[in-house]
């Protein structure tokens, strides 16, 4: 979760270069939805921010009605660390405090500090599902063909753009 410190446009790139559909993008759309994708999430974040000026996502979080567990371990999946979840049923974030703590100590940062980038990361999610729509659903990609249909499939690291660049914004880490 390191690459959240590259610059953003690097960032969205590192993000869509490991989408299970990339090899689909064609060349010339990429600069189109990066530019996408970064734009929704800088919006959300001046937004966001007018309308809750000073306030932490703990706070933001929970004004929209969401709950915040924290849960006092680390999830890694395979090779992937995993530090916060939003579930859309549920309207719930979860934070999983090991790995987030793991995270911040590398940075020589605090634990609440971090969490927040996270919850306001998961709070993004949040806001996809409620107000934007998908981010991963505005720009489709044909997987396969068969008898003259086009079977069409979303890129999921729009969502992940979009939500960089709203923690980005809303923490000045990007003009
Ligand atoms: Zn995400």
Not at 20 to 26: A, H, L, S, T, V
Not at 38 to 63: C, D, L, Q, R, V
Not at 89 to 110: D, N
């Amino acid at each position: 979760m390191k690459h959240l410190f590259l610059p953003m446009e690097e960032l969205a790139l590192f993000e869509l270069k490991r989408d299970r559909y990339f090899d689909k993008i064609p060349y010339e759309d990429i600069a189109a939805i990066i530019e996408d994708g970064i734009s929704i999430g800088k919006n959300w974040a001046k937004t966001i921010g007018e309308m809750y000026p000073k306030k932490s996502f703990s706070h933001i979080a929970k004004a929209y009605g969401l709950k915040i567990l924290e849960e006092d371990r680390e999830l890694i999946i395979g090779d992937v660390i995993f530090y916060s979840e939003f579930y859309s049923g549920k309207k719930e974030i979860v934070i999983y405090i090991k790995s987030v703590e793991a995270w911040a100590s590398e940075l020589g940062k605090t634990y609440e500090e971090c969490k927040e980038l996270f919850i306001a990361h998961e709070f993004f999610h949040y806001l996809e599902c409620e107000e934007i729509g998908l981010l991963s659903n505005r720009y489709k990609v044909t997987n396969f063909k068969l008898a003259g249909f086009k079977f069409q499939c979303g890129i999921k690291a729009l969502s992940e753009i979009g939500a960089h660049s709203f923690v980005k914004h809303s923490f000045s880490m990007e003009e």
